[in-house]
């Protein structure tokens, strides 16, 4: 795979759900093995403890880089090809910021 994109999963709230959130360190390594060097994983949600949960993993999954500019907390501005889902949009309408996160496979 060249991109895996996963645009707002159920973030699962509750703490003693936490484990079924997709976005794991078994998952992203299982995926690394599926991803060409060079292929990225690009994520949304707009629920910012998810955002801050994947980046969490992310940061710490070996084989990954962060393509995220310097000063950005990690996360990078919507990419032009990503759409805007209903998802984003009743997030929105909520208050809830959207964040996105794009890692790149380097081994």
């Known amino acids: 795979l060249h991109r895996l994109q996963l645009y707002f999963p ?7 759900h936490h484990k079924r959130r997709i976005v794991q360190p078994d998952f992203v390594q299982n995926l690394r093995s599926k991803l060409a ?3 990225t994983f690009h994520m949304a949600t707009d629920w910012e ?3 801050e949960h994947m980046l969490e ?6 084989g ?14 919507r990419p032009n090809y990503r759409p805007i889902t209903k998802f984003e949009v009743r997030g929105q309408k909520l208050g809830h910021g959207v ?7 380097v081994s």
């Open 10 to 16: 159920d973030p699962w709230h509750k703490t003693r």
């Open 37 to 39: 060097i060079g292929g």
């Open 49 to 51: 403890p998810y955002a």
């Open 57 to 62: 993993v992310m940061i710490q999954a070996q």
């Open 64 to 77: 990954y880089e962060n393509t995220s500019s310097e000063g950005t907390n990690g996360f990078v501005p």
């Open 99 to 105: 964040w996105d996160l794009i890692f790149k496979r």
